[in-house]
């Protein structure tokens, strides 16, 4: 079984940038396909970017053009560089890995493996 955890979080002013970082152990996690997501105060957790094995990215509309998703496959990690931050990017942000090798799956149901979340605040 592979646990993940993510770091990298923190308070920062809008505009600014953070990367987090999301890593494994366990077991290699290179040919599944890893997710983000997040989960604002109040909200549902909801799809921020996911990466294939072969590091094809996909982005929630909401992020696009202002965060990169990323992995290193022998580093058993994947990224999060978030530029252009803004409030309502404020939530705890999870790393999630996709339950069967080969699918990049941008639903929550999809995911079985979670981290336990690093907190993001942007701060106006």
């Known amino acids: 079984q592979v646990q993940l955890e993510e770091s990298g979080g923190g308070l920062v002013q809008a505009g600014g940038s953070l990367r987090l970082s999301c890593a494994a152990s366990g077991r290699t996690f290179s040919t599944y396909a890893m997710g983000w997501f997040r989960q604002a105060p109040g909200k549902e957790r909801e799809f921020v970017a996911a990466i294939s094995w072969i590091s094809t990215t996909y982005y929630a509309d909401s992020v696009k053009g202002r965060f990169t998703m990323s992995r290193v496959n022998a580093k058993n990690t994947v990224y999060l560089q978030m530029n252009s931050l803004k409030p309502e990017d404020t939530a705890i942000y999870y790393c999630?890995?996709?339950?069967?090798?080969?699918?990049?799956?941008?639903?929550?149901?999809?995911?079985?493996?979670w981290g336990q979340g690093t907190q993001v605040t942007v701060s106006a």
């Open positions: 999630a890995e996709a339950s069967s090798p080969g699918s990049v799956p941008q639903t929550m149901g999809l995911y079985g493996v």
